[in-house]
């Protein structure tokens, strides 16, 4: 629901505290991660809080970086799409400008008869895809300027912004997604966009033309068009000045998107939490996203994402010196080692403020969230609960 | 959501195990009648998955059998309706076809002054309907073919097939759903079905001179004028082949709308079971319904109810050896013995898969399953978390 017309002036600060892909499955018979995890300072808050378990998108469903981080923000992740294109730009703190049209890239092999053979030509190395960007960079269109960014391996960003009128995204990928067909022409889903789809079947000619004699990344796939989205920010929805203390230049896109200020720091949590507290007097919204928790568990490294969460644990004391009026504690997904990927399961959760009824759990894992007083809640309804604990938010209706 | 975006192909196979009308309350102090039930084998399946409490419709209503397997299905309960017409003649095999107009009808007594004395003719007994249904058909109509099939006792279905243009079902029930007045006449609620509404009129017209002459059966109600709803099937919404082993014709009937093969088996766990396994290897979608838990509880049975969910737990063994990927045991909506009716207590719900948060839950119960890692979900989103754990949902948003 709207909030604006429930909104109250008020000189709290609340703090979001976001270990990427938390959440977990007992894989070893020790727990999920964070119960295996010897984590006193997040059971303490736990025991002091409310906890429970959010569903980030809806049961069963596994939700991306883009959806996991909206729903933790209040927007609804299946009304507010962030484009894979645009994501990937964010992913590299490439600078998109309103208008422009971001597309994921594939290096990827195709054969004599111009079918994929393999859809990411081998996993090419980073080093060997930055030299074929470079290439690409040759390339030439009329009145559409191009920027091409290697990302991570095969992997690369595609920008077009146009030097005359606006351009649209909705074309579809080129990408067939599998095999053993060749790469699709760039279809135009609807009027506006048929001079981007003209820009980028010219772009991929021109650069069929340029790798064909590589090997293996002879062609390229291009998926995910994409443009900004109209994202009405933390301060117009909540009255919110909000902040990020964020390493990885994804999450600080995001955050820039829902106009927070993105402060600058390393991906290591003291320098994220030297910068929180650097800037903690100048915001009432603070956005602290630890990485790492998600990392291990993509690696598929149970210890690993245990030892993340420890790390995580053992900073919590110097957050709490700062005095947060609410402190929220989730991931925007589950990243449970045993899968090695995001996954559906819902994401445990605690809010700890003075108006909190504690609900009795006193350790922070799956098991007892699952118990917990919030019980399973929507993500998107954190950000409304975190609002009624700041004193943020009148009474509805009289 | 649409889930169609997201989906991916897989060899893994899902059993879905409805034990209708599983859920009861605790009316004798020794639990529901699925808590004093002796279940090693579901409770062993508890232990090993999730499990939680699920809303058919919403919390406080009660499903009837339609909406209770939409749900199950993934088929919003709400949003879809299955008309009681429809069911009436899915409940006795009738083939109804694309375009039929069915309406479920009862033998009623009216007094001399034309009022209905009795909406059920003092429930004459089946053998008395089956004599009177064979009186209706004689009637002819203009334009449209009619059926008259007897149900159980005083009901009856009647359905009407043009053989010109479609008609429509959009009629209001000619039952008054109370006594002491006239049986309504048939009202179109639109132009389309004026046609309809001269049709009923006639064979209403004829079934009272038919009947004048009977007692206590001297005329009829209809009610739930419904055609045969447009639903995806299985396959268009999930790519699922799925396949139905259900002993009673509402349950193939329902199964037969969503585009799943029906076996024929009889009503026994036995034959169900012993079709599961002849047709295990052609599907990888199987729902198998067992009536008798709904039957006792309907019964006010509680003993009755607990043996039929003991006998549901001694055949759990020879499903699993047919090693499902994912199996899903629940039902489609409460019948708690105590109420002998349908209700709307949630329903306990387990999912057992390799992916499955594990929450520590190790018997098979509804206070049980209140504390389970699912919480208390739609049951709606079941179908979704089915999908997951088979491997056959890619990741939502990037």
């Known amino acids: 629901m709207d909030l604006r017309p429930l909104l109250t002036e008020s000189d709290t600060k609340i703090l979001f505290v976001i270990a990427d892909g938390l959440g977990g499955i007992d894989s070893e018979g020790r727990g999920t991660e ?39 923000f209040g927007y609804d992740p299946v009304e507010h799409d962030i484009g894979r294109g645009v994501l990937t730009a964010l992913g590299i703190d490439f600078d998109l400008k309103p208008g422009d049209v971001a597309a994921r890239g594939n290096f990827c092999t195709v ?21 074929l960007v470079k290439m690409l960079r040759d390339i030439r269109l009329d009145d559409v300027e191009i920027y091409v960014e290697p990302v991570k391996e095969h992997r690369f ?5 146009s030097k005359k009128e606006a351009i649209s995204a909705a074309l579809d990928d080129t990408d067939p997604h599998r095999t053993a067909v060749a790469p699709r022409q760039p279809h135009a889903r609807e009027e506006k966009s048929q001079e981007t789809a003209r820009a980028v079947s010219e772009f991929l000619a021109q650069a069929q033309e ?7 990344a002879n062609m390229v796939l291009l998926r995910g068009f994409a443009q900004l989205p109209q994202l009405a920010s933390l301060q117009e929805r909540y009255g919110l000045n909000g902040c990020a203390l964020a390493g990885y230049p994804m999450y600080r896109g995001i955050a820039r998107l829902l106009g927070m200020k993105v402060e600058d720091c390393g991906p290591d949590l003291d320098s994220e939490i030297e910068a929180l507290r650097a800037v903690w007097s100048d915001h009432n919204f603070l956005f602290l996203h630890f990485k790492d928790t998600d990392s291990r568990g993509e690696d598929g490294d149970f210890d690993g994402k245990v030892a993340a969460i420890e790390e995580l644990d053992r900073v919590i004391p110097r957050m709490m010196e700062l005095e947060p009026d609410v402190v929220v504690v989730t991931g925007d997904h589950s990243t449970p080692s045993a899968m090695a990927s995001h996954s559906w399961h819902p994401v445990p959760v605690l809010i700890r403020a003075k108006t909190c009824r504690v609900d009795g759990v006193n350790v922070f894992g799956e098991t007892a969230c699952a118990g917990g007083g919030l019980g399973h809640l929507r993500a998107k309804h954190l950000m409304t609960l975190a609002l009624a604990h700041a004193g943020r938010l009148r009474k509805f209706g009289a």
Chains 1, 2 share one sequence.
């Open 111 to 131: 054969n004599d008869d111009g079918e994929v053979t393999d859809r990411r030509a081998g996993r090419i190395d980073s080093q060997e895809s930055t030299r």
């Open 34 to 72: 964070l119960e295996a995890a010897r984590t006193p300072n997040l059971d303490r808050l736990a025991s002091q809080g409310a906890t429970g378990l959010t569903y980030p998108v809806a049961p069963g469903i596994t939700p991306g970086s883009g959806p996991g981080h909206l729903a933790l």
């Open 210 to 216: 340029i790798l064909a004699k590589e090997e293996p």
């Open 157 to 161: 960003l595609l920008v077009l912004r």
